[in-house]
């Protein structure tokens, strides 16, 4: 199993950046795929990014394509979600989870870190 803990998330002002870092304990971090999903108030949790055990293969939401870059470090035990360019519609709570491939949907990921919140003012 595997603990996940996300942080780095916090207030900008839109058109601004953040850097998520997701660490996880326990058995290494390579033997998983990846993600970062996000929930607004009153929404759905939504996929966000995913990335394969090894980083060869990464894919990512519509609404972040080009803004957002999910990777990793396993030497560390860390996944990362950079997020440039945020818009208001990027707030919400951003969850880190595990599991065994590349999945969107959320039923795929066994293990969750608490999630952090990101809030992009305009």
């Known amino acids: 199993q595997v603990q996940l803990v996300e942080s780095g998330g916090g207030l900008v002002q839109a058109g601004g950046s953040l850097r998520l870092s997701c660490a996880a304990s326990?058995?290494?971090?390579?033997?998983?795929?990846m993600a970062w999903f996000r929930q607004a108030p009153g929404k759905e949790r939504e996929f966000v990014a995913t990335?394969?055990?090894?980083?060869?293969?990464?894919s990512y939401a519509d609404s972040v394509k080009g803004r957002f870059t999910i990777s990793r470090d396993n030497a560390k035990n860390t996944v990362y979600l950079q997020m440039n360019s945020l818009k208001p519609e990027d707030t919400a709570i951003y969850y880190c989870?595990?599991?065994?491939?590349?999945?969107?949907?959320?039923?795929?990921?066994?293990?969750w870190g608490q999630g952090t919140q990101v809030t992009a003012s305009s």
């Open positions: 989870a595990a599991g065994t491939a590349p999945n969107v949907g959320v039923v795929g990921y066994l293990y």
């Open positions: 990335i394969s055990r090894s980083g060869g293969t990464r």
């Open positions: 326990g058995r290494t971090l390579s033997y998983y795929a």
